[in-house]
Structure formats: structure tokens, C-alpha cells
């Protein structure tokens, strides 16, 4: 289902120099031991960017999942880019998820990376809808205009394809912005909040234990400490 926006995704990575580089080994690609699913990473090096990830998960008609997580240098303090598409073939429900993900949430800071995004939010009313997250702090690491809708599998082909677009193409236009402005957060407390945002991430990100449904505990455990959020681990090189 979300193959065309994975496509629409890579294909601005590549457009923007990014290229493919190595995932820990085992973790680029993994069948469920029932063969009822399959999930494909791919690892990319952009400019301005220390790392891109994404991840596609295909259980046919059970289940549908595209996620990705960009995040920028530590010299560069804009929000990192957020994605998360899912599909849940037994009650028809599609939930997404798209968000500039800010470090901060002062108003300057919102002010300096966020125009952008508010635009394309007034301009899709339907994704403008109850924010009421069971696993995460609306408030921290997730924007007010973040693009979030729950409905069902036709917005998938009518309204979703159209945001995604715009989506993706405003947070190309606030990076290309921000690489030519200096950033008003230090380059020592950018690497501390992106640390943080790992660790807070793996400590409640639901996919946790889907995946390990369909994959078992060791290799999950693997995925979500050396590929999903590989900074949780750095817990010793917070300041608080």
C-alpha cells in the first residue's frame, strides 16, 4: 500500500545526493518465522544530514508500515523529519503520521523552522485531527502542526499522496534554508537533545512490540538499539 510513497521518499533522497550505505549486519531484511512478513531497511548518507533511516514492514492484509527518521548534523539545529504510515488490515484503519520533529519547543525556535509546515497544515484540514497519543508526550518532540490523521484506507489514494508531497518538499526547502543560516542551538546541545530524542523514542515506541511479534525478541531487540534508535545506549553522554 505504501510503496509509492517509499518510492516518492527514496527518490528525494537520491535526487538530493543521498546514497545507501551499510545496516549492522541482519538487519537490513527479515522474514517472520511464520513467512507472513517481511521488513526491508535502507540506511542513507545526505548532505547536512548525520543519518537517514527508513523502514518498510509488509504483512499483506494484516498489516502495512512505512516509517523514517532524518536526522540532521549536530551543526545544524533544525527539526528532525518524522514519518509514520500504518495500515491495519483487519479494521481497515489507517493512522498517519507526519511531523518536522523540533529539539525544542521555545517560541523562537518554532518561529525560525515551523512556517513552513504550518502552511501545509492549514492547508489539509483532515489531518488536523484528535492528537491523542497512548505511547508519547504530544509536547516533546512533536510540533502544533504536526500532520496527523487516523480514517480509513481510501485516504491512502485520495488526500494522503497530495500531503505526503507537499510534506516532504517543505522539509527539503526549510533544510536547504537552515544550511545557509547559523544555528541559534550549539552544535553540544544538539547532540545532546538528538541522544535524548533516541532514548526517549526506544524507551516508548510502540513497534517495539509489534515487531517482536513478528520477529522475536533477540533480532527486535537488535533492530530497535542498533538501527531504530542507535543512540539510546548514550546514556552516559548526557548533561543534565
Not at 33 to 39: E, F, H, Q, R
Not at 180 to 200: A, F, G, H, M, T
Not at 220 to 231: A, G, I, N, S
Amino acid at each position: 500500500m505504501f510503496d509509492p510513497f517509499l518510492v516518492e521518499l527514496n527518490k528525494g533522497i537520491q535526487d538530493h545526493g543521498g546514497y545507501a550505505v551499510d545496516i549492522p549486519s541482519g538487519l537490513a531484511k527479515c522474514s517472520s518465522t511464520k513467512g507472513n512478513a517481511l521488513i526491508t531497511s535502507w540506511l542513507w548518507k545526505v548532505s547536512g544530514f548525520r543519518r537517514w533511516r527508513v523502514t518498510r514492514l509488509e504483512a499483506g492484509e494484516k498489516l502495512q508500515v512505512l516509517n523514517s527518521v532524518a536526522y540532521p548534523e549536530y551543526s545544524n539545529d533544525h527539526p528532525l523529519l518524522g514519518i509514520d504510515l500504518l495500515w491495519f488490515g483487519k479494521t481497515g484503519k489507517l493512522v498517519a503520521v507526519l511531523d518536522f520533529q523540533p529539539l525544542v519547543q521555545d517560541a523562537d525556535y518554532l518561529d525560525r523552522h515551523f512556517q513552513g509546515l504550518k502552511s501545509v497544515h492549514s492547508r489539509f484540514s483532515e489531518f488536523c485531527g484528535d492528537k491523542k497519543m497512548h505511547s508519547f508526550d504530544p509536547n516533546k518532540y512533536f510540533s502544533p502542526w504536526m500532520l496527523f490523521f487516523r480514517g480509513e484506507e481510501q485516504q491512502a489514494i485520495e488526500s494522503l499522496p497530495f500531503a505526503f508531497s507537499e510534506f516532504l518538499s517543505c522539509y527539503w526547502s526549510l533544510h536547504e534554508l537552515s544550511c545557509q543560516s547559523p544555528s541559534n542551538v550549539s552544535e553540544e546541545e544538539v547532540k545532546r537533545l538528538q541522544i535524548d530524542y533516541d532514548i526517549y523514542s526506544a524507551q516508548r515506541d510502540p513497534a517495539h512490540g509489534l515487531f517482536k511479534s513478528y520477529f522475536g525478541k533477540v533480532w527486535t531487540d537488535r533492530f530497535l538499539t542498533e538501527f531504530l534508535f542507535p543512540e539510546s545506549f548514550r546514556k552516559n553522554d548526557l548533561t543534565f
